[in-house]
């Protein structure tokens, strides 16, 4: 139970874990809520862009693996007839993304590959509730090769020179994973890692903590899921910590703009969820300060070393696009949307809240991206007084 019971300072920020665990019990019950609202609970994502990078025919043979689309009809009316979008598409540009396709682009400010709004009116919205991320069995080659792709990202040529395109998820990981000790890399490229790794750790963590039985089709938690792949390794525990940080200082950092928001969607969720945002900007911006993102990009170097950060962050969005399981396509690509929205309010808006522009899209990912890590740390919170227990016994 030690190894899942980080404490003191969480590296690379500037806070404790203990701290953490309570602003998350504080902030819980407002995220609960809120992602249940119709506005938070419907999303567009287009689960048919291809892969950029290698053939996947996205034939994936789990039942989990599909995706349940929702009805029109379901949908409120402000969703349905409104396009919700302030990002300015003129800014449109495609520059080291030849491959581009047109259901897709990216804008200077954007940590991530977006859909084109073409491309969103013409697929199905997605009742995220209805489709939960939990185990799917989907594995093998195909997650390996996801993952593996993903780690790659975090060799940078700006830094420490280790561009090394050869080397595989096991070499890049014997390095990175003692990001703990790492004095010698840059913060820039341990906190890439570690939010890649701690979003890994929050999609483990649910998969054993909704783990099916395949022999009696029962839903249960999976202890020894957890501990093989999380209690084993006390880095992955923190890096999720690490991932929740950024994701709290992002939301800190945009509450004049959640506050000011017009929440398009029925008249009478609209008071509800202006109450939840209300109840989670209170707590976030109340708590002790958490990650101080101006320790970032200072160096001679800050400036080629950002374009290199937001071009292998928008990489690993378009990686997503490779995932052969529908539901973990769908999750993934939510999830890094949701991350890269945080980066984008934490290094794109030079400071100005005036300067915020989200599409609906980024603030359903990002408000359920914070959702499930919140969700994983208190999973960990219920496997670690469970390891207790057999420890106890023992
Ligand atoms: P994997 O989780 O595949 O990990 C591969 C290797 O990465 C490990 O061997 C280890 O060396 C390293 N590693 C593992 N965790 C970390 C970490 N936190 N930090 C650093 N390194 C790490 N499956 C589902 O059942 N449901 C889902 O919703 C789901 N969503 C997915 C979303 C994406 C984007 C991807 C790529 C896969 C998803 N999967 C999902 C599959 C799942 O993540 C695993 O790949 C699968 O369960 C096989 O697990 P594994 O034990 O082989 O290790």
Redesign the pocket.
């Known amino acids: 139970s030690e190894s899942c019971s980080p404490s003191g300072a969480i590296q690379d920020a500037c806070c404790e874990y203990k701290t953490i665990e309570q602003v998350n019990w504080d902030i819980a019950p407002y995220l609960d809520e809120l992602i249940q609202t119709s506005f938070f609970r419907y999303v567009k994502i287009d689960l048919n862009r291809g892969c950029n990078f290698w053939k996947e025919d996205h034939f994936c043979l789990q039942e989990g693996c599909a995706v349940e689309t929702a009805d029109e009809s379901e949908i409120p009316e402000n969703l349905r007839t409104k396009s919700l979008s302030s990002v300015d598409y003129s800014l449109t540009q495609d520059a080291g993304f030849p491959f581009l396709n047109k259901r897709c682009h990216f804008n200077e400010n954007d940590f991530c590959v977006i859909d084109e709004p073409h491309v969103l009116n013409d697929i199905p919205y997605v009742n995220l509730l209805k489709n939960p991320?939990?185990?799917?069995?989907?594995?093998g080659d195909s997650?390996?090769r996801?993952?593996d792709a993903v780690?790659k990202e975090n060799c940078f040529d700006a830094g420490e020179g280790d561009n090394d395109d050869s080397m595989g998820?096991g070499d890049l990981?014997k390095g990175m994973?003692n990001a703990n000790d790492a004095g010698d890399m840059c913060v820039e490229k341990r906190v890439f890692y570690r939010l890649i790794?701690g979003l890994?750790?929050s999609?483990?963590t649910?998969?054993c903590d909704k783990y099916l039985d395949q022999k009696t089709g029962k839903w249960y938690r999976n202890l020894d899921c957890f501990k093989e792949?999380l209690g084993l390794?006390p880095d992955?525990i923190q890096?999720m910590y690490f991932t929740y940080v950024v994701l709290l200082r992002a939301i800190a950092k945009l509450a004049p703009y959640l506050e000011s928001t017009s929440w398009y969607s029925s008249s009478l969720d609209r008071e509800k969820i202006h109450k939840l945002v209300n109840g989670i900007v209170t707590t976030t911006v109340s708590c002790p300060p958490t990650f101080d993102e101006s320790i970032m990009f200072t160096d001679e170097t800050a400036a080629s070393l950002k374009k290199e950060f937001k071009n292998h962050f928008r990489n690993i969005s378009l990686i997503?696009d490779c995932?052969g399981?529908e539901?973990?396509r769908l999750?993934?690509k939510l999830q890094v949307t949701g991350l890269g929205t945080a980066l984008k309010i934490l290094f794109s808006f030079d400071n100005d809240a005036s300067k915020y522009r989200l599409t609906r899209t980024e603030l359903v990912s990002l408000i359920n991206g914070f959702s499930r890590i919140s969700d994983s740390l208190r999973a960990v919170e219920r496997f670690r007084a469970r390891i207790q227990d057999q420890e106890d016994i023992l």
């Open positions: 991320e939990r185990f799917t069995g989907y594995a997650a390996a996801v993952w780690y998820l990981l994973q790794s890994h750790s999609i483990s649910h998969i792949r390794h992955r890096n997503m995932v399981c539901k973990c999750w993934g």
